[in-house]
């Protein structure tokens, strides 16, 4: 690849808004197409950001410029798109999650390889400076070996204020798969692969009712757990716990830590690309009942913030590079195989082997990774 790399977006629902912003902003990428099942809302996004050609999936495939399509559809179709672009001769940046089983996710991955092209999978929060700022302090031993992490989000849920909530409470969503990609994704990032996990979920309303928008008032069913209770334990010896819920009437996302050897390490959410990095040391010796307030010491965050997309723009640097992009097909496969083994353990399976693994570690972002400035 040489000069801006030429994108095409399939999907111009409410995602592809920060999508757009970003990517049209990357001197290293050009949008050229925008497409949709409803052919008004291609264009109306395509002219609010300047893309010169809008129109249906038939059309970004066939588009002799478009090098890389990002895949912003809804997750049962994933895979059916990401397999097309792969057939067409093009790299693919996917939203998550990969798809909603592991065949056809692997076959994917496989095919992909054959043709050698690329699969790069959401999210990419985990190239911002806050995550990245982190995984630096950890792999620098700010907090010794990590033994073990917790991982928290509660929320009542995305019926009050998303206008179209149904395929977030579908198969291949609730809060394990829609939000748990963010926090098993970092984990990964920073601990290696999961070896076995065990759950246990619960759906307490099988129905929802849509709060905002033109169907407000509308409701549907639910046909996942909306409360998950999460234990992975990893190859390399470490375990993680975590909850995700739709159930909750108190809101709080977001906690993310990781707790080691010499201290804890207090990770920025993992759904933003920045945010507070905070280490606790250990209090030492106590010689009576009094405990002190650990303080927080403040972890600088370094790096140029933005927000999606960002894995788009490392992928597209890194094949011109010939190097690993960070958030790979093979992460997003291995994070949706460790919630599908969680699902099936939360439905009586107990602990599930998890089949994949990964073929090396997670790439860090350099500090000095600029989005905006020209390399290609």
Avoid: C
């Avoid at 307490?204 to 334990?233: K, N, S, W």
């Avoid at 890194?318 to 190097?323: C, G, N, Q, T, Y």
């Amino acid at each position: 690849m040489s000069g801006p790399v030429g994108v095409g977006i399939i999907g111009a629902g409410v995602i592809s808004d920060t999508y757009l912003s970003n990517l049209t902003a990357f001197p290293d990428v050009e949008v050229l197409i925008v497409a949709d099942l409803d052919p008004e809302r291609a264009r109306s996004r395509a002219e609010q950001y300047g893309v010169p050609a809008w129109g249906t999936t038939d059309d970004v495939l066939a588009h002799p410029d478009v090098q890389l399509v990002v895949n912003l559809t809804v997750p049962a179709v994933h895979v059916e798109v990401s397999s097309a672009a792969i057939d067409a001769g093009k790299h693919v940046w996917t939203e998550k999650p990969l798809g909603l089983d592991r065949e056809s996710t692997a076959q994917l991955l496989r095919d992909a390889e054959a043709a050698g092209l690329r699969i790069g999978s959401a999210p990419d929060t985990l190239l911002g400076p806050g995550f990245q700022s982190a995984k630096r302090a950890i792999l620098e031993g700010a907090i010794g070996e990590p033994l073990f992490a917790q991982a928290s989000f509660q929320t009542q849920g995305p019926d009050l204020w998303h206008p179209g909530p149904q395929f977030l409470f579908a198969r291949g969503a609730g809060p394990l798969l829609d939000m748990g990609p963010y926090y098993v994704s970092a984990l990964v990032s920073l601990l290696g692969p999961v070896d076995r996990v065990a759950a246990v979920g619960t759906r307490p309303r099988r129905q929802r009712r849509i709060h905002t928008g033109p169907a407000a008032g509308d409701v549907f069913d639910v046909e996942v757990a909306t409360t998950v209770q999460l234990i992975a334990a990893f190859e390399g010896g470490q375990q993680a716990q975590g909850q995700f819920s739709f159930d909750s009437a108190l809101e709080r996302a977001g906690v993310l830590e990781i707790h080691g050897t010499e201290g804890t390490l207090l990770l920025p959410d993992p759904n933003h690309f920045e945010g507070e990095i905070a280490r606790i040391e250990p209090l030492g010796v106590l010689l009576d009942d009094d405990r002190p307030e650990q303080p927080r010491i403040a972890v600088p965050q370094e790096g140029v913030v933005v927000g999606r997309g960002l894995g788009v723009l490392d992928m597209v640097r890194a094949i011109a590079e010939e190097r690993p992009h960070v958030a790979t097909g093979e992460l997003g496969h291995h994070v949706l195989d460790v919630l599908l083994s969680a699902e099936e353990s939360a439905a009586g399976a107990g602990f599930v082997p998890v089949r994949s693994s990964l073929s090396g570690p997670v790439p860090a972002v350099p500090r000095d990774f600029d989005p905006f400035a020209r390399t290609l």
